[in-house]
């Protein structure tokens, strides 16, 4: 357990549907991250909070919709997704974002299969 | 733009051997982190070890340590005394330097797997 938490762990989903994914870190830090997470590709950024504020929008599609009511929490608001978007989605916390305060913890992800 | 090579999509080694990811990066930073995390089957990513540039020292966490040569741009981590539960991919990461938005950089993987 590294104190950052994901649910749901699996999720199915049609195109037309809206879900979203939650996460939660119980480590004091002040930025959350979310990673796509996909076969033989390399971790891909999404998005990055610090202090409740986003500060990156890796040209992520809108059908993406993060959102950080405090620094504890971070949502991935999901609608109208296409199959490709199927991966495993990740979460990261860390206390900042330079220097030694940068070291990034990972949840265990949410298995997303767009049907 | 930085870029992180895994040169080594799979790699399989005996229990109680050592064994050695590769890992080189591109970039033209003089201060910068680096990282080996790793990801064992349907679990959790962890971090293994953590690198500064400006320090010449090479890393160590008990059996895992890295062999950092800058000028190579180099990052490898060794594995001694290999157990069963270093099944796992192994990512490497770099990140740049202060006053970026955190944005680590990962390596494709490598899939290493310790036979009994």
């Known amino acids: 357990e590294t104190g950052v938490t994901q649910t749901p762990r699996h999720l199915v989903m049609g195109m037309t549907n809206k879900k979203s994914l939650k996460c939660e870190q119980h480590?004091?830090?002040?930025?959350m991250y979310w990673y796509k997470q996909s076969a033989k590709k390399p971790l891909e950024l999404m998005f990055v909070?610090?202090?409740?504020?986003?500060?990156e929008n890796n040209s992520v599609p809108s059908r993406f919709s993060p959102e950080c009511p405090n620094s504890s929490h971070l949502f991935l608001h999901l609608h109208t997704l296409q199959p490709e978007d199927s991966a495993l989605y990740l979460c990261?916390?860390?206390?900042?974002?330079?220097?030694?305060?940068?070291?990034?913890?990972f949840g265990p992800g949410t298995r997303l299969t767009v049907l | 733009a930085q870029t992180v090579t895994q040169s080594q999509p799979e790699m399989s080694v005996q229990e109680a051997e050592t064994v050695t990811l590769s890992c080189t990066y591109d970039?033209?930073?003089?201060?910068?982190?680096l990282f080996w995390y790793k990801q064992p089957p349907s679990r959790q990513m962890i971090l293994v070890i953590r690198?500064?540039?400006?320090?010449?020292q090479n890393a160590t966490e008990n059996r895992f340590s890295v062999n950092f040569q800058k000028a190579a741009k180099s990052f490898s981590l060794k594995i001694s005394d290999s157990q069963l539960g270093d099944t796992a991919m192994y990512f490497c990461?770099?990140?740049?330097?202060?006053?970026?938005?955190?944005?680590?950089?990962f390596g494709k993987g490598t899939k290493l797997s310790v036979k009994p």
């Open positions: 690198q500064e540039a400006y320090k010449q």
């Open positions: 990261a916390s860390s206390q900042g974002t330079s220097g030694s305060t940068d070291t990034q913890y």
């Open positions: 909070y610090n202090f409740k504020e986003q500060t």
């Open positions: 480590l004091g830090h002040n930025a």
């Open positions: 970039t033209s930073e003089n201060n910068y982190y």
């Open positions: 990461a770099f990140k740049p330097p202060g006053g970026s938005q955190g944005n680590l950089i």
